[in-house]
């Protein structure tokens, strides 16, 4: 293999890992969006507001959605660990949390 092709190979490769998560985070957040206008979940920002409040000594730092599941993962920072929190999109209950 020449230089150029042993180069290209991880770049072409990454490229497509990282389009593969984008087509997933993309259907993640329209699936979510569906959800919410059948009122199969509550309002990610009244799930916010309110486990941010709990967690207010944690810098916040986004969620996630898991269609299937209809879990909002909300993914905290303190003194340097991450703390994930998993609410029920449905009833808004903290259902598990990980991480200190």
Known sequence: MTMTKT???PV?????VSGVAFAQSVGDQYSAYAARQRGDV?????IEQRVKREMRDA??????????SGV??????????VIWVDVDGRTGAVIGRSGR
């Open 7 to 9: 180069l290209l190979l």
């Open 12 to 16: 072409l490769l990454g490229g497509a």
């Open 42 to 46: 509550q309002l990610l920002s009244e």
């Open 59 to 68: 810098d916040y730092l986004g969620p996630e959605y898991d269609s299937r």
């Open 72 to 81: 909002y993962r909300l993914k905290f920072m303190r003194h340097g660990s």
